[in-house]
Nanobody
Framework: QVQLVESGGGLVPAGGSLTLSCAAS????????MGWFRQALGKEREFVAA????????YYTDSVQGRFTVSRVNAANVVYLQMNNLKPEDTAVYFC??????????????????WGQGTQVTVSS
């Protein structure tokens, strides 16, 4: 089991930017796909973005396409989520997750094996 720790959340005005980080404090990403999910208050957790093990393929939910960018540095066991042009509806707790395999489909369509504790992102209108 890999322990994942998110950071970088905070309060920003609409139109602002934030970069979230997810680091493996114990273990490694081990050539697995990584993903970001979010859960707004009173709503179910939803998929946001995923990246394959090598960083060559990414996938986004429609609502963040063109505004968010997921990337990774495998040597450092870190995954990032760059969020631009933030909207109030992006307000949520953001979680990173490690897939069960290398392709991003293991995050998008499968059940991730490990989850972080989450970091709060609040976008004010």
């Amino acid at each position: 089991q890999v322990q994942l720790v998110e950071s970088g959340g905070g309060l920003v005005p609409a139109g602002g930017s934030l970069t979230l980080s997810c680091a493996a404090s114990r273990g490694t990403f081990s050539m697995r796909a990584m993903g970001w999910f979010r859960q707004a208050l009173g709503k179910e957790r939803e998929f946001v973005a995923a990246i394959n093990w090598s960083g060559t393929s990414t996938y986004y939910t429609d609502s963040v396409q063109g505004r968010f960018t997921v990337s990774r540095v495998n040597a450092a066991n870190v995954v990032y989520l760059q969020m631009n042009n933030l909207k109030p509806e992006d307000t949520a707790v953001y979680f990173c997750a490690r897939g069960s395999g290398g392709p991003f489909a293991t995050v998008v369509q499968g059940i991730p094996e490990d989850w972080g504790q989450g970091t709060q992102v609040t976008v004010s209108s």
